[in-house]
């Protein structure tokens, strides 16, 4: 293995070993923003009595387990909705090393973070939401640049998605706010894969229906799985389309 192919190799074994800690950060980042507080504002603590955390109550998913789900300050529930934030985002920096080829493992890691980041966010502080959405579409542009897809077919679509998007924001405010996830759709994925990850945004979203109702009682709001199936979907048909094409 040359010199150049081990630094490759050891940056995605690094990014993997750190993504649940990406997730975990995406969270809190969004959790915060949601109540008004900046996650830069000091250390981690515990949302129940406030007491800061040792560091061993903050290694991603295993914290989680071996505390059984509770904090160890006051013993109350954490909420399973960490755990899975974690464990996404592990999911996904696996699924892009595993599948896409060496030169697309950075583009694929920014994309699904930021996939996670926007829907974290879309349903709390839609500004930062929107910025992830159009930092997004740059990337599914420049994406499909270096995958050489059609570049005036993703331009067209990513246009598409955006006026779609817009037009839902007007028509349904406060529900409609995941529709902006049709841009960078649009653009990772061309006018024909816009239309097809619908279906699939809609398979996706109805599970998370199904795995919020086990996890929190059904508390999660409808807009948070139309965000989290669309995602998801551009994901999977993104990585599906890039594999097929090299
Ligand atoms: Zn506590």
Known sequence: ???LESMVLAAAVALAI???MTGSFLKCWADRAAVG????????YCDHCGQTLAARDLVPILSWIWNRGRSRCCGKPISPTLLSAEVTAMGLAASALLVLPQPFWLLGVATAWLLQAAVLHMLTERRLAVLFVILLTALGLLATWQTGGDRDDALLAAGAGAVIGMVVQVLAPARG???????????YLGI???????????????????WAQI???GKAAP??????GLAAGVWTLWLFNTVVAG
């Open 18 to 20: 750190a993504s649940p």
């Open 177 to 187: 706010t995941p529709a902006v996830l049709l841009a960078p759709a649009g653009a």
């Open 1 to 3: 293995m040359g010199f």
């Open 215 to 217: 996890t929190t009682g």
């Open 192 to 210: 024909f894969g816009l239309l097809t990850v619908l279906p699939l945004a809609l398979g996706y979203g109805l599970m998370h229906r199904v």
């Open 223 to 228: 807009a948070l799985s139309v965000a989290m």
């Open 37 to 44: 507080k900046n996650v830069a504002d000091g250390r981690s």
